[in-house]
């Protein structure tokens, strides 16, 4: 992932294998302080996006700007 608090990250070395962060700032505020572009989504569009039923071709994928580190 880009971006994490460390106490994330910590987390997740628990659970995987392997965890990649490019950055980890402290203080960590926010994910959308290290983005140019970091729109919301809709709840509709998550569950959209997460249907088992959806054809992965036709779920709606938010659009995001280039990244900010």
Not at 16 to 22: F, K, P, Q, R, Y
Request: net charge negative; with cysteine; charged share 25%.
């Amino acid at each position: 992932m880009p971006v994490a608090p460390q106490d994330t990250i910590n987390d997740l070395k628990a659970e995987a294998d392997h965890v990649i962060c490019l950055s980890t700032p402290d203080p960590f505020w926010a994910v959308g302080q290290h983005y140019a572009e970091f729109p919301q989504v809709s709840d509709a569009e998550v569950i959209a996006a997460l249907s088992a039923d959806a054809d992965p071709e036709e779920r709606p994928m938010p659009e995001v700007g280039p990244r900010r580190l």
